[in-house]
């Protein structure tokens, strides 16, 4: 079975930065793709940021610039380096892991607020 942890977030303030973890059982390598997604309140899930197993990566229109994603596979883990934080970043972020196609799992989540 494989599972994925969340760890990283935390109460920042606006400007500031946060590094979340998604530690995967196995290797990162094993997953066609992983991403991390957010759930703000009343919203939708969305995604923030996905990495795949060639190394191709991409974000969603309101991180561009701000947020990166990484994987490190020695630590098993996909990072999410965010910076310069907005109010708006506040929400439960989430890893999704796929292994192929048709195979999805998800992290508890961690939640992130940015307030002065």
């Known amino acids: 079975q494989v599972q994925l942890v969340e760890s990283g977030g935390g109460l920042v303030q606006p400007g500031g930065s946060l590094r979340l973890s998604c530690t995967v059982s196995?290797?990162?390598?094993?997953?066609?793709?992983v991403c991390w997604y957010r759930q703000a309140p009343g919203e939708t899930r969305k995604l923030v940021a996905v990495i795949t197993r060639g190394g191709g990566r991409d974000y969603g229109d309101s991180v561009k610039g701000r947020f990166t994603i990484s994987g490190d596979n020695a630590r098993n883990t996909v990072d999410l380096q965010m910076n310069r934080l907005k109010s708006e970043d506040t929400a439960v972020y989430y890893c999704?892991?796929?292994?192929?196609?048709?195979?999805?799992?998800w992290g508890q989540g961690t939640q992130v607020t940015v307030s002065s």
């Open positions: 999704k892991a796929r292994p192929n196609y048709y195979t999805t799992y």
């Open positions: 196995g290797s990162i390598f094993s997953f066609d793709q």
